[in-house]
């Protein structure tokens, strides 16, 4: 069974730092590219970054670009999110999701999100 | 990057036939990915690809395209497919940006 489960989030002040995690398990993670979408509260989903299987490609939204770093560890079965120079508007639950190997859009299975809130 | 838009809210009588549309200038392009998220619940993929469903999806479920407007049908709605939904593409400008529509609530009354 794929599982995808990510840890990391809280509270953070604005201008902090914060590294998200998401652990895979179910399927071999460094055959697959990996993203982070993103939720803020009451909101719509907004697709954050993401990175091929051997790391090769990376993209992020330009909301995003220049603070956040997404990375991944194939050996770990892991996915991160590197967040800096945190703004309130960053406040989201942030998902882990994997792409399914046909399109760049097609996430077919999602973590259960981890909450970061950017608050004074 | 391009933009893909979505009604806000959409309701249907309980076994009735609902459309859920999704325009944008990527989908002259790319086919939309489809997804159910319920409150408090991870998003989950339900259409993929030119009408694709993935496993344990009900074929109730099904998907069109034709032009810049992506559809989301749901062919005899039930009670648990009260939800909001998401299409998204990839970005048409060529960056590998993935894009997502502003989402919509559907209602089953």
């Known amino acids: 069974e794929v599982q995808l489960v990510e840890s990391g989030g809280g509270l953070v002040k604005p201008g902090g730092s914060l590294r998200l995690s998401c652990a895979a398990s179910g399927f071999t993670f460094s055959s697959y590219s990996m993203n982070w979408v993103r939720q803020a509260p009451g909101k719509g989903l907004e697709w954050v970054s993401s990175?091929?299987?051997?790391?090769?490609?990376?993209y992020y939204a330009d909301s995003v670009k220049g603070r956040f770093t997404i990375s991944r560890d194939n050996a770990k079965n892991s996915l991160y999110l590197q967040m800096n120079s945190l703004r309130a508007e960053d406040t989201a639950v942030y998902y882990c999701a994997r792409r399914s190997g046909r399109e760049l859009h097609e996430f077919d299975y999602w973590g259960q999100g981890t909450l970061v809130t950017v608050s004074s | 990057s391009s933009e893909l838009t979505q009604d806000p809210a959409v309701s249907v009588a309980l076994g009735q036939t609902v459309r859920i549309t999704c325009q944008g200038d990527s989908l002259r392009s790319y086919y939309a990915s489809w997804y159910q998220q319920k409150p408090g619940q991870a998003p989950v993929l339900v259409i993929y690809?030119?009408?694709n469903r993935p496993s344990g999806i009900p074929d109730r479920f099904s998907g069109s395209s034709s032009g810049n407007t992506a559809s989301l049908t749901i062919t005899g709605a039930q009670a648990e497919d009260e939800a909001d939904y998401y299409c998204?593409?990839?970005?048409?400008?060529?960056?590998?940006?993935?894009?997502f529509g502003g989402g919509t609530k559907l209602t089953v009354l």
């Open positions: 998204n593409s990839r970005d048409s400008s060529g960056n590998h940006f993935v894009v």
């Open positions: 990175i091929s299987s051997s790391s090769s490609y990376i």
């Open positions: 690809g030119k009408n």
